[in-house]
């Protein structure tokens, strides 16, 4: 296998001189050929790189590689095994929507406080107190 970084720097030589998709069980990989050598691009955590879609693995050979032909090996792609989730992205992606929800939330309860006080609308705290005394006491006679 070859790392990001290495591919990088084949890149920036152009020394890359093809590339294959080659599809691994529900997945696709990509191998890059330079010089005589043949190689499967790793993660960076040095793994086997894959991508669930092939057009996601194109986009890498077309953007990251610069190559606009490569060859696609599908004789090693089961699509029944594509079918894994990520429950750990769908639980931080729920996070994500609430976050964003409370935050407009807030938003909004800022901006109405501030034209509030702008109309001149505050009730002060010993104002509160009072309401809720009189309250209290209307309510236990």
Do not use: K
Not at 1 to 10: K, T
Not at 60 to 74: G, K, P, S, T, Y
Not at 130 to 135: G, L
């Amino acid at each position: 296998m070859i790392d990001s970084r290495a591919v990088r720097n084949l890149v920036e030589a152009q020394a890359i001189r093809s590339a294959t998709v080659v599809g691994q069980g529900g997945a696709w990989a990509v191998c890059v050929r330079y010089g005589t050598q043949e190689r499967a691009v790793a993660s960076t955590r040095g793994s086997l790189r894959t991508w669930r879609r092939l057009d996601s693995a194109a986009a890498f050979i077309r953007e990251e590689l610069d190559l606009a032909h490569f060859q696609v090996d599908a004789s090693g792609h089961d699509p029944e095994a594509a079918g894994h989730s990520r429950p750990d992205q769908a639980e931080r992606l729920r996070q994500q929507r609430e976050a964003a929800a409370h935050d407009a939330w807030f938003r909004a309860e800022v901006e109405a406080g501030i034209a509030e006080a702008g109309r001149d609308e505050v009730v002060t705290a010993d104002e509160a107190y009072a309401v809720i005394e009189a309250a209290i006491s209307a309510a236990s006679h």
